[in-house]
Nanobody, 124 residues
């Protein structure tokens, strides 16, 4: 699976962005999908995850209620809607895919596939 993330940019605090991650291949619906982020000087952290069908989602406490993950299996795309953005949301956002929920939900393993990252910068 190849992943291509897009949609990052510069936005003022309180603003919104929608990130997209397009996947290649015909087995997209077989993969749990997740979004992670890495801020300058910090470790990569989990942001949100979504199950194969999209029926189950999970969020980091820091983004709960502000970010929404969704997927369109017909378009092989996963989205991350970012609302009420804060300067501390500034980071490179990566999408990830794995056939096992362990890598996205429980995070006991590292997801097998990663996109190239898209930069989100939130100004105060």
């Amino acid at each position: 699976v190849q992943l291509q993330a897009s949609g990052g940019g510069l936005v003022q605090a309180g603003g919104s962005l929608r990130l997209s991650c397009a996947a290649s291949g015909r087995t997209f619906s077989s993969y749990y999908m997740g979004w992670f982020r890495q801020a300058p000087g910090k470790e990569r952290e989990f942001v949100a995850g979504i199950s194969w069908s999209g029926g189950s989602t999970l969020y980091a406490d820091s983004v709960k209620g502000r970010f929404t993950i969704s997927r369109d299996n017909a378009k092989n795309t996963v989205y991350l809607q970012l609302n009420s953005l804060k300067p501390e949301d500034t980071a490179v956002y990566y999408c990830a895919a794995d056939k096992s929920p362990a890598a996205i939900v429980v995070r006991t393993t590292v997801p097998e596939y990663w996109g190239q990252g898209t930069l989100v910068t939130v100004s105060s």
